[in-house]
């Protein structure tokens, strides 16, 4: 039995560029706002082309401003709490953090990341560990808050502590992976099996320009003076068409996600699992010869310009699988580094190693 320490929980890190970024966008749509009422008082005309591209940039930027609030109050209150919080690191790696507690055997830590470029790392930079695990009700990836360390003092730290896995022979794929992938969203799960939960960063991809347009209509028309003439058939039916686009949108979007049933991944100790409108697609390890994570530049009227990542499975003698990182219940980093600790056949050795120990 080895000797635990303990870390107490401080303030997170939040003077940064990260917070410098969540800033400037409520202070953009302040200004956006600022703006429109500017342009009101001075010129109230109704359906002015001015006004209603001031008021679509207050609406996209109220959205941005939102989110970037929601994070950052989210941050403030981790880390009023986070002397409340602590993390032990000893025969077990054991953290009390509010809906991200856990305690895991250290012969079950398989690997341990932090995601970023080591070029661009600052111990003052705000960024979660991910630990790697042995499944335990089908969850595998557990986070450590930026609160107990620097991110890159904690993470070299755990992968000194931790034991390094050995390396088993993989086994053959199942027979009926749709059987395995049915029975993973009732929640049955086989030993060394985990889920990928679906994650809902789809939606800032949605046809946000339509939908800000056409409530940018509606706020014209509900602020037109009384007595005013009506607009017209074509505000009216530029208004609908706005709104109808991201509806059929959903609509689209939902004959793709329905059938996954609330799984992004299924990874077993054989191969990987993933379902589509066509039916279950499967990667086994042994034909899987890299895994990575691609960019791409991609534009969003949430979060301008952000690259479109994907989580990319090279198969031997087989088109890649791309997976886009906005269905993923986790970062794409994340879930590359638990595929890769499947296709080591380390899943399958802490399986063993933990049985034995029992």
Not at 21 to 31: E, M, N, Y
Not at 50 to 78: D, E, H, N
Not at 102 to 126: H, M, Q
Not at 214 to 221: Q, T
């Amino acid at each position: 039995m080895m000797t635990a320490e303990s870390l107490k929980g401080k303030s997170a890190p939040l003077l940064n560029r990260q917070t410098g970024r969540l800033l400037l966008h409520i202070s953009l749509a302040a200004g956006a706002l600022t703006l429109l009422l500017w342009k009101r008082s001075t010129a109230p005309s109704p359906f002015d082309p001015v006004s209603l591209a001031l008021t679509g940039l207050s609406i996209a930027t109220a959205l941005t401003a939102l989110r970037s609030l929601v994070i950052l109050v989210r941050r403030i209150a981790l880390s009023l709490r986070a002397s409340k919080y602590t993390l032990t690191i000893g025969d077990t790696l054991t953290s009390d953090v509010v809906d991200q507690s856990f305690d895991v055997p250290r012969e079950d830590v398989l690997d341990i990341l932090e995601i970023g470029d080591w070029g661009s790392k600052s111990a003052n930079r705000y960024a979660d560990i991910f630990v790697m695990t042995r499944p335990r009700e089908g969850a595998a990836i557990r986070v450590v808050p930026p609160i107990f360390d620097a991110p890159g003092a904690l993470k070299e730290q755990l992968m000194r502590w931790r034991k390094p896995p050995p390396k088993r022979e993989l086994p053959e794929p199942s027979k009926l992976p749709s059987k395995v992938y049915e029975a993973a969203t009732r929640g049955e799960f086989e030993e060394g099996t985990s889920v990928v939960r679906h994650g809902w960063g789809w939606l800032r991809r949605g046809p946000f320009a339509a939908l800000i347009a056409g409530i940018a209509f509606l706020i014209e028309a509900m602020l037109m003076p009384e007595g005013s003439p009506p607009p017209g058939i074509l505000p009216f039916g530029a208004m609908l068409l706005c709104f109808a686009f991201p509806l059929v949108w959903l609509l689209m979007m939902r004959r793709h996600i329905t059938p996954r049933k609330g799984l992004a991944l299924v990874f077993t100790p054989a191969e990987a699992l993933m379902r589509t409108p066509g039916g279950v697609v499967r990667a086994p390890w042994k034909e899987v010869t890299r895994m990575h994570v691609s960019e791409a530049p991609a534009w969003s009227v949430l979060t301008g310009l952000e690259p479109q990542r994907h989580l990319v499975f090279d198969r031997q003698g087989d088109t890649p699988i791309r997976y886009d990182e906005a269905f993923l219940g986790a970062p794409a980093e994340a879930v590359c580094a638990l595929a890769e600790v499947y296709r080591r056949g380390s899943v399958l050795a802490a399986d063993s190693a933990h049985t034995e120990s029992e």
